[in-house]
């Protein structure tokens, strides 16, 4: 049985709704499978949430470059959205952070082992459950200028959406 429908059992009766709504990473007309197992990676990643990370890695086995990319847009997803909604929030006061440099390594951005289209992507959408409003504009526009459609960060988003719901729908 795929790992996928091992976690739709696993849900509790308040959420079979989740049980649906996961079926959102086969339903993508715009993303290419790799595309879509890469997202679901990261974002199982960004929610910590074991159950939600094994089912995703366990059925992204045949996108072996998906699993890496993915466990790695989610680590520097979880580092800049730290670090740059921190710099974000401090700005609003007044205090000028984002003139100083972040002294943060983040070369996994320039070499993520798949293609920039697809990482930023995965980056948008650990983004966006991480909730870095200047990360989540920084990848979108990223995304449009590599190609990306308006529909497929609809959909990376989504499956986020989606991911996350599902952990914390799932008994701790």
Request: with cysteine.
């Amino acid at each position: 049985m795929p790992h996928l429908d091992q976690l739709k059992e696993r849900l509790p009766d308040y959420a079979k709704d989740q049980r649906i709504n996961l079926g959102v990473l086969a339903s993508s007309t715009v993303l290419s499978p790799a595309q879509a197992w890469l997202i679901a990676v990261a974002c199982a990643n960004a929610t910590r949430s074991k159950p939600v990370i094994d089912a995703m890695e366990g059925d992204a086995a045949e996108f072996p470059a998906a699993i890496t990319a993915g466990r790695g847009a989610a680590v520097v997803m979880g580092m800049n959205n730290v670090y740059y909604r921190f710099v974000h929030f401090m700005s609003e006061g007044g205090e000028d952070y984002g003139s100083l440099p972040a002294r943060l390594r983040m070369q996994i951005i320039g070499n993520p082992g798949v293609p920039k289209l697809d990482f930023e992507l995965a980056c948008l959408a650990a983004s966006a459950i991480t909730g870095c409003e200047n990360c989540v504009r920084a990848h979108e526009k990223s995304v449009r200028e590599n190609g990306g459609t308006k529909e497929m960060v609809q959909d990376a988003v989504r499956i986020a959406a989606v991911l996350n719901a599902t952990a914390v729908a799932l008994p701790a």
